[in-house]
């Protein structure tokens, strides 16, 4: 295992809970036994109103420059900031881990450990289409190489990390020239991987047969909007949409991931902002990610399952059922990690 590095965070400030987040996340790493300075970047809305590009040039020459940022919640008025930055910075790829969370309450009873690895570009997003007459519309569903390659090579990369197999979905046998397309191109990357297991689910039958046996599935990789679909599914599976981080990646021509985006999946929460009571738990697993991201594996895991740990132990915030707000809740999840960094904990 590598020795942990010092590094600086393009940090992308939001709006509603994001400061509330920032200030979860700052309070963790200065716990950490490395050093982590934040380059802060404001996307308010307030700002983005008023200098918009301004904003978004600042955002993309700090990621350039750090090659790691971590994001906070922000309003979607005339544009969405994540398609901006995904479109200026060349995002390919989405990796969305979902994952039961124990003294989580649920109405599902089985154990959810899945990577969801999402084509970041195209399918039916692209397009918001157009009306033809009154009586109908259209709009163009995309499908390109470069970016099913990049999401497919990544996925395989993760299961050999992880021991498991690949599974890709989609409507391969309907949508039989762009799925179809989707399909041929991870198949070929499986050929290049023949110690991981490759299997085909069609999307409908991989959303029921998760729900009847999670256990089965590690990694699955989908275009743009199946993997939406799923994301959002899967979280329901744990208890709630808002106990999720994703990281959004984009690659040289060799493939390997040359800058990268963490973000907590929730909103911005605006009947609760400045409140004390948001919980803080994806952005502080977002910002786990990158740690593990920039080589400080062992600090990472220590903050992933320091999380979880303090959720089990009954140290949740109100929206879990707890009686905690922010500050004690990051302060539950500071002395978790602790007892894991020291030892005091076995690893999951």
């Not at 590598?2 to 979860?24: N, R």
């Not at 899967?234 to 990268?260: H, N, P, Q, T």
């Not at 220590?302 to 979880?308: F, H, S, Y």
């Amino acid at each position: 295992m590598s020795a942990p590095q010092d590094l600086t965070v393009a940090e992308f400030l939001g709006d509603g809970i994001s400061a509330e987040l920032s200030s979860a996340v700052h309070r963790v790493a200065a716990a950490l036994p490395i050093g982590v300075a934040f380059e802060a970047v404001d996307l308010s809305l307030t700002r983005r109103r008023r200098d918009a590009e301004g904003a978004y040039q600042e955002a993309e020459a700090a990621l350039r420059a750090r090659g790691v940022a971590l994001k906070y919640p922000t309003v979607t008025e005339k544009e969405s900031p994540n398609k901006i930055l995904r479109e200026r910075l060349d995002f390919t790829v989405i990796h969305r881990p979902v994952a039961s969370i124990p003294g989580v309450p649920t109405r599902f009873q089985g154990e959810v450990d899945l990577h969801i690895v999402r084509i970041a570009v195209g399918g039916t997003y692209e397009d918001a289409g157009r009306r033809i007459g009154r009586e109908a519309a259209v709009s163009v569903r995309v499908i390109e190489r470069r970016p099913s390659f990049q999401a497919a090579s990544f996925a395989f990369a993760l299961a050999a990390k992880l021991g498991c197999a690949v599974t890709s979905s989609s409507k391969y046998t309907i949508q039989r020239a762009t799925d179809g397309l989707f399909e041929e191109v991870v198949s070929e990357v499986a050929l290049a991987h023949p110690g991981i297991r490759h299997q085909l689910e069609l999307f409908d039958a991989l959303l029921a047969k998760l729900i009847m046996q999670p256990e089965a599935y590690r990694v699955v990789v989908t275009p743009n909007e199946y993997g939406d679909f799923l994301s959002d599914a899967a979280c329901g599976l744990i208890g709630s949409l808002g106990l999720g981080a994703s990281a959004s990646y984009s690659f040289d021509d060799a493939g390997k991931v040359k800058l990268a985006m963490f973000d907590p999946a929730g909103g911005t929460a605006p009947d609760i902002a400045g409140k004390g009571v948001c919980n803080p738990a994806a952005a502080l697993w977002a910002f786990a990610m990158l740690l593990e991201h920039t080589g400080n594996r062992g600090l990472g895991r220590a903050l992933d399952q320091g999380v979880r740990d303090a959720i089990g132990a009954g140290h949740a915030t109100r929206d879990l059922g707890g009686k905690l707000g922010t500050d004690a809740f990051t302060e539950a999840v500071i002395q978790s990690m602790h007892a894991r960094l020291t030892g005091k904990l076995s690893s999951r």
